[in-house]
């Protein structure tokens, strides 16, 4: 099991679903594959989105839907099923 | 030759701009931060105005064809040659096949790439910058994607590696900024409080951020009632159509003003209540999301001497770089 960080590559707008009214991209506990979407970044009139990186179990959001990130900030952490997934 | 393997968030052709044509609606263009601008094509030998790669918030990955000397100055991204890290401020050489990356963007919003030779996109009205509003100039008029090819100017001749931007003379960034403006030409249509409120109030720049408009929120101002003149709308912040300044602030319907960059609108309908300062467009250039931004008032002999102080400070990069 390794702890793989989801990081945010751009600075902006976290948002945790793809639009108001739809459910979470994902959420903990949830099992993702490395290039399912955990969340979209808006900047500069568009939404960026943020894939997991790893395949997993989802064990943690750092980051509240809507709140500011920062590049390079890490929004999730992704428990990896075992080595040579990342 | 460059090859573009990722092109980043928006990444474009700049150079010192398209002056001259703001008339007909086209605007100046050019890189945001002008004086990263010049600092990263001094660093490798370029005059200062050359064409460069303006990077914003995440960088590219660009596949060297052909040796170069590079230098990548602004905001916070530490380049990477084959993922091994070089400076910021300083020229360095890519090597034929070698591959130039970026590290994640920790200070400020826009790096400057600068390439000894320049990149050699087709000048259009006497520029290379590209406007993607208008489809024009730059690399086919829009910001780089995959797969794209860029020439590299030659005739420079190229300064070496290892030129370095003095640590008194390089960008600083901050979340937390100062931005010096004048006041005018529309705060007449501010109330003494609207007006105490937009020099008083700490705003924040949101995302929605780019080389056209700049957008913060924070406070509504309080405007003077008034019939609306004819030709203006009936929203208290419309006035009759006029020119809108590189670097005017307006403030549609009160709230969220917004403080136009070098590839803004000429001209519309809302209120400008202040113009910032031409030296400070480029704190505002390097602004990212989030910044907290407050607006200083100066006068014109404040604007003046802000302007010198500009220029000494550019002068003293060509000393140390010329």
């Known amino acids: 099991m390794t702890r793989h960080e989801v990081v945010s590559p751009i600075p902006g707008v976290f948002y945790r679903k793809p639009d108001p009214e739809s459910e979470l991209f994902t959420d903990t506990g949830r ?23 790893a395949a997993g179990t989802v064990v943690e959001f750092l980051v509240e839907n809507e709140a500011e990130v920062d590049a390079g900030q890490v929004v999730a952490v992704v428990e990896t099923d075992g080595a040579g997934t990342e | 030759m460059i090859t573009v393997r990722k092109p980043g968030l928006s990444t474009t052709v700049q150079d010192g701009g398209r002056a001259g044509f703001y008339d007909l609606g086209i605007p100046p263009s050019g890189a945001l931060d002008q004086y990263a601008l010049q600092a990263a094509n001094l660093l490798v030998g370029n005059p200062h105005g050359a064409a460069v790669l303006e990077i914003v918030y995440m960088g ?16 916070t991204m530490v380049p990477k040659v084959d993922g091994e890290e070089r400076p910021m401020w300083e020229s360095f050489a890519v090597g034929e096949g070698e591959t130039l990356s970026f590290g994640y963007l920790t200070a400020g919003a826009r790096a400057y790439l600068a390439v000894a030779g320049g990149v050699d996109v087709p000048e259009v009205l006497g520029s290379r910058s590209t406007y993607a509003l208008g489809a024009l100039g730059g690399h086919n008029g829009r910001p780089l994607t995959a797969g794209d090819e860029l020439r590299i100017g030659d005739g420079v001749n190229g300064a070496g590696a290892g030129r370095v931007v003095p640590a008194e003379l390089r960008g ?14 529309y705060d007449h249509r501010l109330s003494t409080d609207g007006r105490a409120t937009f020099l008083d109030t700490t705003w924040k720049l949101t995302p929605v951020a780019d080389r056209i408009g700049f957008r913060y929120s924070g406070a509504e101002l309080e405007t003077v009632e008034r019939e609306p003149p004819f030709g203006a709308g009936q929203d208290p912040s419309n006035i009759v159509d006029a020119p809108y300044p590189i670097g005017s602030i307006q403030v549609p319907g009160s709230v969220e003003p917004i403080v136009l960059h070098r590839d803004a609108v000429s001209g519309g309908g809302y209120m400008m209540v202040a113009t910032v300062l031409s030296v400070d467009l480029d704190v505002v250039a390097q602004s990212a999301p989030g910044t907290r931004t407050r607006f200083v008032e100066v006068d014109l002999d404040g604007a003046l001497a802000a302007r010198a102080d500009g220029k000494r400070r550019v002068e003293k990069l060509h000393d140390a770089l010329g």
């Open chain 1, 31 to 53: 099992s993702v594959g490395a290039d399912d979407t955990v969340g979209l970044v808006e900047v500069m009139k568009s939404f960026h989105e943020v894939p997991a990186g």
């Open chain 2, 60 to 75: 590219p990955e660009l596949v060297f064809t052909a040796p170069a000397v590079v230098a990548v100055a602004g905001a």
């Open chain 2, 172 to 185: 600083a960034y901050s979340k937390d900024v100062e931005v010096r403006v004048m006041m005018g030409l």
